[in-house]
């Protein structure tokens, strides 16, 4: 016996299997359903950062007196993440460092003991119960096949798309892809929202995007080959709209081999491609990673700027990718003391997380302070 979602139905979606609709209009940036998390895990790396429980950034995190290595917001959070914690708790005491199985291994491991303990349909399995999530065990090895979370997890992520942790989320697996999404999943805490990227209408489906899209189709459909075992034939992967200026080169009278270019540095890279092939984005996105970690605000800065000029023209509406991107420079700006122009990046981003994360979420609250400091 499923559950119900206001507005919100289970249907067999032609071509692709269970999939969900809606069965009432919903605007652009309207939560369209909101569902915790079944199971989750923060990343060992965001140990001490964030609450283990709620996925609370703060300073002065109480530690685990036993492992040391958990970090709670209080002894209400600690006492509330126990039954998952012992889990890893005397494995952390006794080897410490030397105990590091996956962030997927670790994500099994809860699902598996709420399994145990929970006998009754949780808040997170309204439509989809954790045991009916879709597998694919004809096509993946042993290695894979750890009750299917590697492709049906989720990665929370944090304003800046920095992975904080892995989740499943029952209601939210039923979603299907597309490169032309419906709604966007944002995460508040450890639970994730749905809201909706452009109006809808009764019969639309609901549709995510479980890659990133700044890619050319082939590549696309390569990663959901690869990772989904399916091929999109959305309206996107059929027109390939994008693709000539997302592989834009420049015209040269001597062509050059892919062995010569493998070598190149990225300013003799920008000679031969333009600097919206996405390609050429991505190695610029890893060199302003770079001057960021050396501590060079103004090649972060330099870099920064070229990517988002292409980002706002080859991602879809309400993109994180940009909004992210906006954020980063704003920051910088703002560090740098270049506050009008930082202030102008951050409303920016602003307007596209309203939609994406609705007004009221704690990271518009935090840059409406950021904002106004200035």
Not at 286 to 292: E, I, K, S
Request: aromatic content about 8%; proline content about 3%.
């Amino acid at each position: 016996m499923t559950g119900s979602i206001a507005g919100i139905e289970r249907f067999d979606s032609p071509g692709k299997g269970r999939g969900l609709r809606v069965t009432k209009p919903f605007k652009t940036g309207e939560l369209l359903f909101s569902t915790p998390a079944h199971s989750y895990v923060l990343s060992v790396k965001e140990r001490g950062c964030y609450c283990e429980l709620c996925f609370t950034r703060k300073e002065g995190l109480a530690r685990c007196g036993k492992c040391k290595k958990a970090f709670y917001c209080n002894a209400k959070c600690q006492k509330g993440d126990w039954a998952m914690h012992k889990l890893e708790c005397s494995a952390l005491t006794a080897f410490g460092e030397n105990w590091c199985p996956s962030e997927i291994s670790r994500l099994v491991a809860r699902i598996l003991a709420k399994k145990k303990t929970q006998k009754e349909r949780c808040a997170s399995e309204k439509m989809l119960l954790i045991e009916e999530i879709q597998s694919h065990e004809e096509d993946v090895d042993n290695e894979k096949r750890e009750m299917n979370v590697s492709c049906n997890g989720f990665t929370i992520e944090d304003d800046e798309l920095s992975h904080m942790g892995t989740a499943v989320y029952p209601d939210v697996a039923l979603i299907n892809h597309s490169c032309l999404p419906s709604v966007i999943v944002t995460y508040n805490g450890t639970s994730a929202e749905i809201r909706a990227v452009k109006n809808m209408q009764p019969g639309d489906e609901v549709l995510i995007s479980y890659i990133d899209l700044l890619y050319p189709t082939d590549d696309r459909n390569n990663r959901l080959r690869e990772s989904y075992y399916f091929t999109c034939d959305c309206q996107e992967c059929k027109t390939k709209s994008k693709d000539k200026a997302k592989l834009k080169a420049r015209k040269r009278s001597d062509p050059i081999e892919p062995e010569v270019i493998s070598s190149m540095s990225l300013d003799e890279m920008g000679a031969v491609f333009d600097d919206a092939n996405v390609y050429m984005l991505h190695m610029m996105y890893q060199a302003m990673g770079v001057c960021l970690y050396m501590e060079d605000p103004e090649g972060a800065i330099r870099y920064g700027e070229k990517i988002l000029k292409h980002y706002c023209k080859l991602y879809p509406p309400y993109s994180l990718n940009v909004s992210s991107m906006y954020l980063k420079l704003g920051r910088l700006y703002m560090g740098m003391e270049r506050y009008s122009v930082g202030v102008t990046a951050l409303k920016k981003a602003m307007a596209i997380m309203e939609v994406a994360h609705g007004k009221n979420h704690s990271y518009l609250t935090e840059l409406r302070k950021e904002i106004t400091k200035k």
